[in-house]
C-alpha cells in the first residue's frame, strides 16, 4: 500500500498548521545542515521539497539566490507568505516534482531536502534527480528521521496515537527508509554521490501543558491531520480525548524535553 504522505493532498491539508506549529522546531535541523554544507555567498541553491522555507528562508541571508521546489500549492503560498513577512527577495518557488526537476544538468552550487526526499516514492529517483542538477564537485544535504526508538518526542506521541488507535501496531525500523543509515548510504552510492557522511543531530522540544503540546502536534502534523480529515468529528474528538488523557497521565512533571533525532546525509558530486 502506497504511503500517503508521498502524495500531495496531506501537505497541503496541514501548510498552514505546519508553518505556525513544526517549522521552527525543525528549523534548528536545516541550520544544522547549512553549517555542514558552508555555502558561500555566491552560490545558487536548490531545496527540494522546500515546504514553508524552513530552510530556504535562513539559508537566503548568505547565498545568492535559492530555487525552493515543493509539490503542494499550498506549502509554497505559505513560502510566498514567509518571503514577504521576511522580506526576502532572492528566493524563487516553484511547485515542481522533485522526482522529475525542471532544471539542466550542473546548475546548482549545493542542494538541499529537509524531510522531503525521504518521503518520494522513488527515492533512488529522487537522489538521481538531484546528483544530475548538482555542478560537479559540490555537495547535497539530505535529511530523514532516525527510527522511533531513538526519540523520546517520537516514542511519547506513538505511544498516546496507539492508546486512541490499538489497531496501529508498534512503530518497527523500516529497513528500506533514511531510518536506515546502510540504506540511506547504500541509495546516496547508487544515485552516483561519493564521501559520503551521515550525521545524527538532534534538536529538543520543552513541552509545558499537555493540551497545548498535543493541539500543536495535531495541527503542525501531516499524519495526524490527514487522520482526522478521514473521520467523523465526534469520532476524531473521542480519540483526541484519549490521547490527551494519556498524556496528562504521563506528564506527570512538567515542563519536560522531549528530543527527536535525525540522520543528515552530506555528500559530494564527483569532479
Given amino acids: 500500500m502506497s504511503n500517503p504522505l508521498s502524495t500531495v493532498p496531506p ?12 517549522k521552527q522546531f525543525l528549523e534548528a535541523y536545516s541550520l544544522k545542515a547549512m553549517d555542514l554544507l558552508g555555502l558561500k555567498s555566491e552560490c545558487v541553491v536548490l ?5 514553508p522555507g524552513t530552510l530556504a528562508i535562513p539559508l537566503s541571508k548568505s547565498v545568492k539566490e535559492i530555487y525552493a521546489i515543493d509539490f503542494s500549492d499550498a506549502m509554497i503560498e505559505q513560502l510566498k507568505k514567509g518571503m514577504k513577512e521576511a522580506n526576502v527577495q532572492n528566493i524563487v518557488p ?3 516534482d522533485g522526482q522529475k526537476l525542471e532544471f539542466p544538468e550542473n546548475r546548482f552550487d549545493g542542494a538541499f531536502s529537509m ?25 547535497a ?12 518526542l517520537m516514542q511519547f506521541l506513538f505511544s498516546a496515537l496507539r492508546q486512541a488507535n490499538p489497531e496501529i501496531p508498534e512503530p ?4 528500506s527508509s533514511f531510518e536506515n543509515p546502510e540504506f540511506f548510504l547504500e541509495q546516496l552510492e547508487a ?24 493541539d500543536s502536534m495535531i495541527e503542525g502534523g501531516a499524519p495526524l491531520q490527514w487522520m482526522k480529515s478521514k473521520m467523523e ?5 473521542e480519540k483526541r480525548r484519549i490521547m490527551l488523557e494519556h498524556i496528562q497521565a504521563q506528564l506527570t512533571q512538567l515542563p519536560i524535553s522531549l528530543s527527536s533525532e535525525a540522520y543528515i546525509a552530506v555528500a559530494k558530486k564527483p569532479n
Fill in 94 to 96: 516553484l511547485v515542481m
Fill in 47 to 51: 531545496d527540494i521539497a522546500a515546504g
Fill in 233 to 237: 468529528e465526534t469520532i476524531w474528538n
Fill in 115 to 139: 524531510f522531503g526526499l525521504m518521503f518520494f516514492p522513488d527515492k533512488l529517483q529522487g537522489l538521481k534527480e538531484m546528483y544530475r542538477v548538482l555542478k560537479p564537485g559540490k555537495k
Fill in 141 to 152: 544535504a539530505v535529511s530523514g528521521w532516525a527510527p522511533v526508538a531513538n526519540s523520546s
Fill in 172 to 175: 518497527q525500523t523500516n529497513v
Fill in 11 to 22: 501537505w497541503s491539508l496541514v501548510a498552514e498548521g505546519y508553518t505556525k506549529s513544526t
Fill in 191 to 214: 544515485a552516483g554521490f561519493r564521501e559520503i557522511e551521515i550525521h545524527p543531530f538532534s534538536n529538543s522540544l520543552e513541552v509545558k501543558g499537555a493540551e497545548e503540546f498535543l
